[in-house]
């Protein structure tokens, strides 16, 4: 239904590429992404098709669970939509299969989902009072993978590798509630080879740099 209204110049999504193919919507596991320019009318159309694929197959669109996102678009405007489609409107960035969407990648709370996981980990070991070596373990196992899903698309600002390598760093050298402990190694060097007689934790940047290539 999607198709044929866009063939026949009842929808318009966006174009992309030197051909201009148009993309009126992209379907996922569970969710679906729609297109469209801002003409009220034009939504109507889309609405339209929503409910009639409702009556058609018995699935009902939960519009109340859906968004609307604008893209240089004020937000009465987009209020306006919303309102149109009886559905919710919603600002940049947006969260969507655990990555943010449309945020600026040099702002350090674009990065915030990775460097709170990593600190609730850390918390949630408060009563087990790791020794040095489950210290290390869970480092090496868990705190340093944890970030490779956005590692694996985005560049990570220096600020960010600092701040995760200080909550690795304190956790490592401090422990919980054991008070503040000196560092008796440079993180530099405890990130170095196993093969060397170091720990083998890894640098981030280089890491990020491995993902980005792949």
Known sequence: MLLRADERNMLEGFRVGRNRTRVSHLQFVD????????????LQTFKSLLLAFGHISGLKVNLDKSYIYGINLDQTHLSRLAETLECKASGWPILYLGLPLGGNLRVGGFWDPVTKRISRRLDGWQKAYLSFEGRITLIQSCLSHMPCYFLSLFK??????????????????????EGKRDHLVRWDVVCKSKEIRDLGFGNISLRNLAFLGK
Do not use: H, Y
Not at 31 to 42: L, Q, V
């Open 31 to 42: 969710d679906t992404i729609f297109f469209s320019n801002t003409r009220e009318e034009d």
């Open 156 to 177: 990570l600002p220096a600020l960010v590798v600092a701040k995760i390598e200080r909550l690795q760093r304190d956790f490592l050298w401090s422990g919980i509630r």
